[in-house]
């Protein structure tokens, strides 16, 4: 950048006493620490601000370093307070200065249901309906023990609320991320196959054919622009899902890899946007951060009003045209069923589906019988079972043709 | 350095009330030659600080829309291909290789706005508009471009940059940018402007204004944002429905709510708000209006 004026001055940075400098370093871990993108330019460009006078005006070295730190909204309304707590010595809610919480600091939303978590169950009624793991004989036994396919097989048209052993369960969730990735690959490829040009690239036809006194006889084909599908995932994490959240999640957790776009939420009582713990890359680790957020928090199902949160302060960002709305859910809604409704009407408005997985749907002799979920069903594009790991394979041709 | 004060001066000559963050940001940009990435609502007027700045350097300002699938021939450059041809046609038995060099000559080079921007002169304002409606690839392409400010054109080489823009891209948060970007610029965030900030931007930009007068524009704005609606109304629309009060003589709004009332279609722009805002619910808002 030799061509574009004095830049920072080094000679200067080396001026900085040594005992600024090492607060300074300290001041940019304590950042770093805090989920901030502090990178060794920015190391250098602060210390570069430290010389060039701020550093004896704290407003100002405070709103500078604000701007040359922060990367997103959340750190923006973040850094007042670090900066605060650090060079002025502020108390700042402790929350905030723990190393390594960045992600549900950075959430109010993740902060709040892990609060409802704590707090333990809300009412229970609706979990009632729901028939416990205790009323079905777990199936455990012989043929459960087989190695290889066979074992997938079988436990491919098991309910998940039956899989009671921790070691189905772990096959479960083995199988359900298997079968992710199985569909990742397969979408990926008639994504592939699917993108052909036909819009003439004048540029590389003109190239060809200059041997020709330019008449285009061999043509250059545009390729087509790959356009990523959108998936969005509202799942439910209700009390009368929570026989069904943790295969879901791991499913989940698998597919949002393949959909390069992809946000994930979680509802019960409240909205909470989990995209972040979901692109973990160890799903195990993913799922422990979920699993506790979803589990204990058994309450009553909001739907209608987790959707009008959603609609409100996520939708704009999260859709655009070529969105996929998931809802997993058995659709017993507590709240207000009209709302629901009219909520999903808004977001059927925005998006180009909404697909609709209910685990219940698989049962023998179930219909759609509940308030919520006939509300919801005129804006639902796919309604299907969602109960075995067989259902969610039927799935694939769908999502394939999106 | 450019003291921030001095910024926000010159910002306000050409029509941009700025806060002080703002010009701090102003101030960064040029002593640690970053671009300047500003995010927020639409309609905080995120273009207008832009405009302002190369009203301020007394440049120009180049700028670039972005939007799904545009590529480096719509950014960078492209060929004049009818040109090209007539001359391919025009030299025909001159052999390949020296009709070649020809027609890939700076002559049939058409500029887009990135090429202007790094080979003007003078250094100009580059606003990359909306950055988050371009491509994931666009946004990698631009980052290389930002950070080595030269581009390589195959059948023509490299050109390096004569002059380095000063870079402010705006985003409206539809997608979520990487972090390889965020961390090469200077990030700040434009909210709705507060009730004193916003009488000012009306008083300096509508004539006819009072001062009273902008103030009650900017608190009743300010009390419809606190209202359940779908597309809160920005700035601009605050200057839209200021222009139309002034324009139709009210001096004071508690004289004509009639007039207000029926000029609100300047700051509601779906039917639903138009519903939603009765001329109860305005009238209340009024009320508060001191």
Same mark, same amino acid.
């Given at each position: 950048?030799?061509?574009?004026?004095?830049?920072?001055?080094?000679?200067?940075?080396?001026?900085?006493?040594?005992?600024?400098?090492?607060?300074?370093?300290?001041?940019?871990?304590?950042?770093?620490? /805090?989920?901030?993108?502090?990178?060794?330019?920015?190391?250098?460009?602060?210390? $570069?601000?430290?010389? $060039?006078?701020?550093?004896?005006?704290?407003?100002?070295?405070?709103?500078?370093?604000?701007?040359?730190?922060?990367?997103?909204?959340?750190?923006?309304? *973040?850094?007042?307070?670090?900066?605060?707590?650090?060079?002025?010595?502020?108390?700042?809610?402790?929350?905030?200065?723990?190393?390594?919480?960045?992600?549900?600091? /950075? &959430?109010?939303?993740?902060?709040?249901?892990?609060?409802?978590?704590?707090?333990?169950?809300?009412?229970?009624?609706?979990?009632?309906?729901?028939?416990?793991?205790?009323? $079905?004989?777990?199936?455990?036994?012989?043929?459960?023990?087989?190695?290889?396919?066979?074992?997938?097989? /079988?436990?491919?048209?098991?309910?998940?609320?039956?899989?009671?052993?921790?070691?189905?369960?772990?096959?479960?969730?083995?199988?359900?991320?298997?079968?992710? *990735?199985?569909?990742?690959?397969?979408?990926?490829?008639?994504?592939? $196959?699917?993108?052909?040009?036909?819009?003439?690239?004048?540029?590389?036809?003109?190239? *060809? &054919?200059?041997? =020709?006194?330019?008449?285009?006889?061999?043509?250059? *084909?545009?390729?087509?622009?790959?356009?990523?599908?959108?998936?969005?995932?509202?799942?439910?994490?209700?009390?009368?899902?929570?026989?069904?959240?943790?295969?879901?999640?791991?499913?989940?957790?698998?597919?949002?890899?393949?959909?390069?776009?992809?946000?994930?939420?979680?509802?019960?009582?409240?909205?909470?946007?989990?995209?972040?713990?979901?692109?973990?890359?160890?799903?195990?680790?993913?799922?422990?951060?979920?699993?506790?957020?979803?589990?204990?928090?058994?309450?009553?199902?909001?739907?209608?009003?987790?959707?009008?949160?959603? &609609?409100?302060?996520?939708?704009?960002?999260?859709? =655009?045209?070529?969105?996929?709305?998931?809802?997993?859910?058995?659709?017993?809604?507590?709240?207000?069923?009209?709302?629901?409704?009219?909520?999903?009407?808004?977001?059927?408005?925005?998006?180009?589906?909404?697909?609709?997985? /209910?685990?219940?749907?698989?049962?023998?002799?179930?219909?759609?019988?509940?308030?919520?979920?006939?509300?919801?069903?005129? =804006?639902?594009?796919?309604?299907?079972?969602?109960?075995?790991?067989?259902?969610?394979?039927?799935?694939?041709?769908?999502?394939?043709?999106? | 350095?450019?003291?921030?004060?001095? #910024?926000?001066?010159?910002?306000?000559?050409?029509?941009?009330?700025?806060?002080?963050?703002?010009?701090? +940001?102003? +101030?960064?940009?040029? !002593?640690?030659?970053?671009?300047? !990435?500003?995010?927020?609502?639409?309609? %905080?007027?995120?273009?207008?600080?832009?405009?302002? @700045?190369?009203?301020?350097?007394?440049?120009?300002?180049?700028?670039?829309?972005?939007?799904?699938?545009?590529?480096?021939?719509?950014? @960078?450059?492209?060929?004049?291909?009818?040109?090209?041809? @007539?001359?391919?046609?025009?030299?025909?038995?001159?052999?390949?290789?020296?009709?070649?060099?020809?027609?890939?000559?700076?002559?049939?080079?058409?500029?887009?706005?990135?090429?202007?921007?790094?080979?003007?002169?003078?250094?100009?304002?580059?606003?990359?508009?909306?950055?988050?409606?371009?491509?994931?690839?666009?946004?990698?392409?631009?980052?290389?471009?930002?950070?080595?400010?030269?581009?390589?054109?195959?059948?023509?080489?490299?050109?390096?940059?004569?002059?380095?823009?000063?870079?402010?891209?705006?985003?409206?948060?539809?997608?979520?940018?990487?972090?390889?970007?965020?961390?090469?610029?200077?990030?700040?965030?434009?909210?709705?402007?507060?009730?004193?900030?916003?009488?000012? #931007?009306?008083?300096?930009?509508?004539?006819?204004?009072? +001062?009273?007068?902008?103030?009650?524009? +900017?608190?009743?704005?300010?009390? #419809?944002?606190?209202?359940?609606?779908?597309?809160?109304?920005?700035?601009?629309?605050?200057?839209?429905?200021?222009?139309?009060? %002034?324009?139709?003589? %009210?001096?004071?709004?508690?004289?004509?709510?009639?007039?207000?009332?029926?000029?609100?279609?300047?700051?509601?722009?779906?039917?639903?708000?138009?519903?939603?805002?009765?001329?109860?619910?305005?009238?209340?808002?009024?009320?508060?209006?001191?």
């Amino acid at each position: 950048m030799s061509c574009c004026g004095p830049g920072p001055d080094f000679e200067e940075i080396d001026a900085v006493s040594r005992l600024v400098a090492g607060r300074l370093a300290a001041f940019l871990r304590t950042l770093r620490d /805090n989920g901030f993108l502090v990178g060794l330019a920015e190391d250098r460009d602060a210390a $570069a601000l430290m010389a $060039a006078g701020y550093a004896a005006r704290p407003s100002l070295l405070r709103s500078a370093f604000k701007h040359l730190v922060s990367a997103r909204k959340p750190d923006w309304d *973040k850094f007042d307070g670090l900066f605060d707590a650090f060079w002025l010595g502020k108390r700042v809610r402790s929350r905030s200065m723990i190393a390594g919480s960045a992600t549900s600091a /950075n &959430n109010p939303s993740l902060k709040s249901l892990q609060e409802a978590s704590e707090r333990g169950e809300g009412d229970r009624s609706v979990t009632d309906q729901v028939p416990s793991a205790d009323d $079905a004989p777990p199936a455990r036994g012989g043929e459960g023990r087989m190695e290889g396919a066979s074992r997938a097989e /079988n436990l491919a048209e098991v309910d998940f609320r039956k899989l009671a052993d921790p070691d189905q369960v772990a096959q479960a969730h083995e199988a359900a991320a298997r079968l992710a *990735k199985v569909m990742r690959t397969r979408l990926t490829r008639r994504d592939l $196959a699917r993108r052909r040009g036909h819009r003439l690239d004048l540029r590389r036809t003109i190239h *060809k &054919n200059i041997s =020709h006194g330019g008449v285009p006889i061999v043509l250059a *084909k545009r390729q087509r622009k790959d356009k990523p599908l959108r998936l969005v995932v509202l799942l439910d994490a209700s009390g009368s899902m929570s026989m069904y959240t943790s295969v879901f999640l791991r499913f989940i957790h698998g597919v949002l890899d393949e959909f390069r776009e992809a946000e994930a939420f979680l509802f019960h009582t409240r909205l909470a946007h989990v995209s972040g713990a979901m692109k973990e890359r160890d799903a195990a680790r993913a799922l422990d951060r979920l699993s506790i957020l979803a589990q204990g928090a058994g309450g009553g199902t909001r739907i209608g009003e987790s959707l009008q949160t959603f &609609n409100r302060h996520h939708a704009a960002r999260v859709i =655009h045209s070529r969105s996929c709305v998931m809802i997993v859910s058995d659709g017993y809604e507590t709240g207000d069923a009209a709302l629901l409704g009219r909520e999903m009407a808004a977001l059927a408005k925005r998006c180009r589906r909404i697909v609709w997985l /209910n685990p219940m749907m698989g049962w023998q002799g179930y219909a759609p019988e509940a308030r919520g979920i006939k509300a919801a069903l005129p =804006h639902v594009d796919l309604y299907a079972p969602a109960h075995t790991l067989k259902s969610l394979a039927a799935l694939e041709p769908y999502l394939a043709r999106l | 350095m450019k003291n921030r004060d001095e #910024i926000a001066q010159g910002l306000a000559d050409c029509g941009y009330i700025a806060d002080t963050e703002l010009a701090t +940001a102003i +101030a960064l940009m040029q !002593l640690l030659k970053r671009p300047l !990435l500003l995010e927020g609502e639409a309609g %905080v007027g995120k273009t207008e600080v832009a405009k302002a @700045l190369a009203c301020v350097h007394g440049t120009e300002l180049i700028r670039l829309q972005c939007y799904e699938g545009l590529d480096q021939s719509s950014a @960078l450059y492209e060929w004049n291909y009818q040109r090209q041809l @007539l001359a391919i046609q025009a030299h025909r038995g001159d052999g390949a290789s020296a009709i070649e060099d020809q027609i890939f000559s700076e002559k049939y080079l058409l500029e887009r706005p990135l090429l202007a921007a790094i080979r003007r002169e003078r250094p100009p304002v580059l606003l990359i508009d909306e950055i988050d409606r371009a491509d994931d690839e666009f946004e990698a392409f631009l980052l290389e471009l930002l950070s080595d400010f030269q581009v390589s054109i195959p059948e023509l080489g490299t050109i390096r940059a004569t002059t380095i823009p000063h870079v402010v891209l705006t985003s409206n948060n539809t997608r979520e940018l990487s972090d390889a970007l965020r961390r090469r610029c200077l990030y700040h965030y434009v909210g709705y402007p507060d009730v004193e900030r916003e009488a000012r #931007i009306i008083l300096a930009r509508i004539d006819g204004t009072s +001062a009273s007068l902008s103030l009650q524009i +900017a608190r009743m704005v300010e009390g #419809i944002r606190k209202e359940e609606l779908r597309k809160v109304p920005g700035v601009a629309e605050t200057l839209d429905w200021a222009a139309a009060l %002034v324009g139709l003589d %009210v001096r004071d709004l508690h004289d004509a709510p009639e007039a207000v009332h029926e000029t609100l279609m300047c700051l509601l722009k779906t039917q639903e708000d138009r519903v939603r805002l009765t001329r109860e619910v305005a009238a209340r808002i009024l009320g508060k209006v001191a």
